[in-house]
């Protein structure tokens, strides 16, 4: 059996891996909900935007469970805090990931125009909300969370909904937002026929534009505005352990090892390069970049929150870390054999699903089913 703090480590990179597996998938799904209504201009072209994710939605949001799962048993703290504090924040991202489904099924219950709207408009809603949401929660993290323990262990939440959607905040989310519409765009001009493809193709390079003005700006406010939290030298598993905060704190692992500078820049890179081949018509590459953007993004954010999980902005010396946060040895080590057993069959599935299903949806196919949709 590895030792705790090696298991510690490699469940930290697994809920990393699940995060960033889940905003690779759904995240295209949330990137396409919240443009398909402007890049299709009728019915059956917004039609065969929305058949390029149906079929696969429900099966990318597997990986939103299984990190909540991993969460609930490798980070029982974190979950305990997180889901008891943040109860209003997660409610409303809920809602809105149910209002997809409902909008699937109600959008084609009618033939009316004004009925299609309405649940296209829903649509957008449910795509937007989230890939805005998923951005202001990790910049609260970096804001800090102020809750505390009491004498009993437990969570003690002091603030409110609107206490959450503070600057910094709300530009990550608007980070996430951009990266998660440049990456839905180019799914959506990868998969779809003419003239779908080409107004994807514009929305993403746009986007592309605006997530490397925020993603850049938003690293300079960590360098040179935010306060960060470092902890002091001592014992990482102590709750009475020293936090100090400073200006920039939370560079601090890539100044200690500056090798890591190059999952940042990876992400910007991979966000310009999608921008180039989507206007030299090469949407497959343009997509493999724009996940590479994603995956480097979220990678990015976890480098340098380590060995924080949940910071605490009103008592510092309450937050969550790595260390102090996970389950027990043994537990964690029956779920990495678990998990040893059961990934592998989760991606090879997924890969067979993108197999089957690759090729472009196009409006003349669309015609061959009548108005069954």
């Given at each position: 059996m590895p030792d705790y703090d090696t298991l510690r480590l490699i469940w930290w990179l697994i809920l990393g891996a699940l995060l960033i597996g889940f905003a690779l998938t759904d995240g295209f799904d949330l990137g396409v909900g919240a443009i398909f209504r402007f890049v299709g201009r009728s019915d059956e072209e917004r039609r065969a935007l929305l058949e390029s994710i149906e079929p696969v939605w429900e099966g990318n949001q597997v990986w939103f469970v299984l990190a909540g799962g991993a969460t609930f048993a490798a980070w029982p703290r974190l979950y305990a805090a997180s889901f008891s504090g943040l109860y209003l924040a997660m409610f409303v991202l809920l809602v809105a990931l149910?209002?997809?489904p409902v909008a699937f099924n109600f959008r084609n219950k009618r033939a009316d125009r004004g009925w299609r709207e309405l649940w296209d408009w829903a649509l957008c809603?449910?795509?937007t909300v989230p890939a805005l949401l998923f951005g202001v929660a990790f910049g609260n993290l970096f804001c800090g969370i102020p809750y505390q323990f009491d004498a009993l262990a437990r969570p003690v939440y002091g603030g409110g909904f609107f206490n959450l959607l503070s600057p910094f905040a709300l530009l990550a989310g608007l980070v996430s937002l951009a990266m998660l519409v440049m990456h839905g765009a180019s799914y959506a001009a990868l998969k779809t026929g003419e003239p779908m493809a080409a107004r994807a193709a514009r929305v993403a390079r746009v986007s592309a534009l605006v997530y490397l003005t925020l993603f850049v700006l938003a690293g300079l406010w960590l360098a040179f505005a935010l306060v960060g939290q470092r902890i002091a030298p001592g014992s990482p598993d102590s709750l009475a352990r020293s936090v100090t905060l400073?200006?920039?704190a939370w560079l601090d692992n890539y100044r200690a090892h500056p090798r890591?500078?190059?999952?940042?820049i990876a992400a910007l890179a991979g966000a310009a390069a999608n921008w180039g081949l989507l206007g030299a018509r090469r949407p497959l590459a343009a997509f493999l970049l724009s996940?590479?953007?994603v995956a480097a993004?979220?990678?990015?954010a976890g480098i340098a929150l380590f060995p924080f999980l949940l910071p605490s902005s009103s008592h510092?010396?309450?937050g969550l870390t790595v260390w102090n946060a996970a389950s027990s040895q043994k537990t964690l080590f029956i779920m990495l054999v678990t998990v040893a057993i059961f990934l592998p069959l989760v991606l090879a599935y997924t890969t067979w699903v993108f197999r089957t299903l690759r090729g472009r949806i196009t409006l003349e196919e669309l015609h061959g089913h009548g108005d069954q949709y």
């Amino acid at each position: 059996m590895p030792d705790y703090d090696t298991l510690r480590l490699i469940w930290w990179l697994i809920l990393g891996a699940l995060l960033i597996g889940f905003a690779l998938t759904d995240g295209f799904d949330l990137g396409v909900g919240a443009i398909f209504r402007f890049v299709g201009r009728s019915d059956e072209e917004r039609r065969a935007l929305l058949e390029s994710i149906e079929p696969v939605w429900e099966g990318n949001q597997v990986w939103f469970v299984l990190a909540g799962g991993a969460t609930f048993a490798a980070w029982p703290r974190l979950y305990a805090a997180s889901f008891s504090g943040l109860y209003l924040a997660m409610f409303v991202l809920l809602v809105a990931l149910i209002l997809r489904p409902v909008a699937f099924n109600f959008r084609n219950k009618r033939a009316d125009r004004g009925w299609r709207e309405l649940w296209d408009w829903a649509l957008c809603v449910a795509g937007t909300v989230p890939a805005l949401l998923f951005g202001v929660a990790f910049g609260n993290l970096f804001c800090g969370i102020p809750y505390q323990f009491d004498a009993l262990a437990r969570p003690v939440y002091g603030g409110g909904f609107f206490n959450l959607l503070s600057p910094f905040a709300l530009l990550a989310g608007l980070v996430s937002l951009a990266m998660l519409v440049m990456h839905g765009a180019s799914y959506a001009a990868l998969k779809t026929g003419e003239p779908m493809a080409a107004r994807a193709a514009r929305v993403a390079r746009v986007s592309a534009l605006v997530y490397l003005t925020l993603f850049v700006l938003a690293g300079l406010w960590l360098a040179f505005a935010l306060v960060g939290q470092r902890i002091a030298p001592g014992s990482p598993d102590s709750l009475a352990r020293s936090v100090t905060l400073a200006s920039g704190a939370w560079l601090d692992n890539y100044r200690a090892h500056p090798r890591l500078w190059l999952v940042p820049i990876a992400a910007l890179a991979g966000a310009a390069a999608n921008w180039g081949l989507l206007g030299a018509r090469r949407p497959l590459a343009a997509f493999l970049l724009s996940g590479l953007t994603v995956a480097a993004t979220i990678l990015s954010a976890g480098i340098a929150l380590f060995p924080f999980l949940l910071p605490s902005s009103s008592h510092p010396q309450d937050g969550l870390t790595v260390w102090n946060a996970a389950s027990s040895q043994k537990t964690l080590f029956i779920m990495l054999v678990t998990v040893a057993i059961f990934l592998p069959l989760v991606l090879a599935y997924t890969t067979w699903v993108f197999r089957t299903l690759r090729g472009r949806i196009t409006l003349e196919e669309l015609h061959g089913h009548g108005d069954q949709y």
